[in-house]
């Protein structure tokens, strides 16, 4: 049951893959942008944060059920 | 989860009030931020001197961030923005201090998330009214009701969520670092600490004022 438990933490890791996606996406527009536009790129990097901060909160959660599975093992 | 650490209790009216050790931090946190403001904003000059021109760049910096973000007739949300930018950042780094950051409690956080959106509820309804408060949760179109209320019960759960996530992977990561160093943990955490500690905390509190900032104008204006 405890290495079920490990596996499925392993799992949820995973889930990671879609904010890393997220973010890589957010910042390689947002530095095109940039490259493009030097003057606007106070408003671009703040929405740039903003958009991370929202793919990234994908990748936290994965992130909290990896650690509450991990904290079932009780070895 | 673990157990928050529980330094003494109170009794009152019969229960024992548990006092955590975050808790504690955060009176503490409260403290010098009261301190410092009393004490650096008494006999303020129209030609500042050194600690007044430190204050105002913070002050002005503030202004500015919610000027550009909110806009100008928002001015009045700076003494809020302000505080919870000391107070997160306070949180965030304790690390550095050989403590564990307050927020890698999710009580703590949740707590702050509450507090943003008991602000942006009253701000909205300050604005509308509470008819037009109500009315809004039909916009744009009527089905749309439970998806309206569900977005406004789920924003501070996430915002919480967000913060507390980030600064307990921090933590854990930093914990782990130090037990596999061992006796040898010199100079290795220190690139460590500056990235989980100085650099996560202020992102995750740019990015918690910032996500407050958007929220409250974007539901004011519904």
């Not at chain 2, 924003?155 to 854990?172: D, E, Q, Y």
Request: proline fraction near 4%; charge should be neutral.
């Amino acid at each position: 049951m405890t290495g079920l438990i490990a596996i499925g933490a392993g799992i949820a890791a995973l889930g990671c893959i879609g904010g890393a996606i997220g973010i890589g996406n957010a910042t390689g527009k947002a530095v095109e942008a940039m490259g493009r536009q030097p003057e606007a790129s106070g408003k671009i990097s703040s929405a740039m944060i903003l958009g991370c901060a929202l793919a990234e909160a994908t990748a936290i959660y994965a992130f909290l059920i990896g650690l509450l599975l991990v904290f079932k093992i009780t070895v | 989860m673990e157990e928050a650490k529980i330094l003494f209790e109170i009794p009152l009216f019969g229960y024992n009030i548990q006092i955590a050790e975050s808790i504690v931090l955060q009176w503490f946190i409260i403290a010098v931020i009261v301190i410092l403001s009393i004490l650096l904003t008494r006999n303020l000059k129209k030609e500042p001197d050194k600690k007044q021109t430190v204050v105002e760049m913070f002050v002005n910096g503030v202004s500015n961030v919610v000027r550009t973000n909110m806009g100008e007739s928002y001015l009045g949300f700076v003494p809020f923005i302000g505080t919870l930018v000391l107070f997160l950042l306070l949180m965030n780094i304790f690390g550095l201090f050989g403590l564990e950051p307050p927020t890698r409690e999710y009580p703590v956080t949740i707590a702050m998330g509450a507090i943003t959106f008991i602000v942006i509820q009253a701000y909205a309804i300050k604005e509308h009214g509470l008819i037009g408060y109500f009315i809004g949760f039909t916009k744009p179109i009527v089905p749309l009701l439970p998806i309206n209320i569900m977005e406004r019960i789920m924003l501070p759960v996430s915002l919480s969520l967000r913060l507390f996530g980030n600064i307990l992977a921090g933590t854990v990561i930093m914990g782990l670092i130090y037990e596999s160093l061992g006796k040898f943990a010199i100079a290795v955490p220190v690139p460590l600490h500056f990235y989980f500690d100085l650099f996560d905390g202020t992102i995750q509190m740019v990015i918690f004022v910032m996500l407050t900032m958007v929220n409250i104008k974007l539901i004011a204006e519904h």
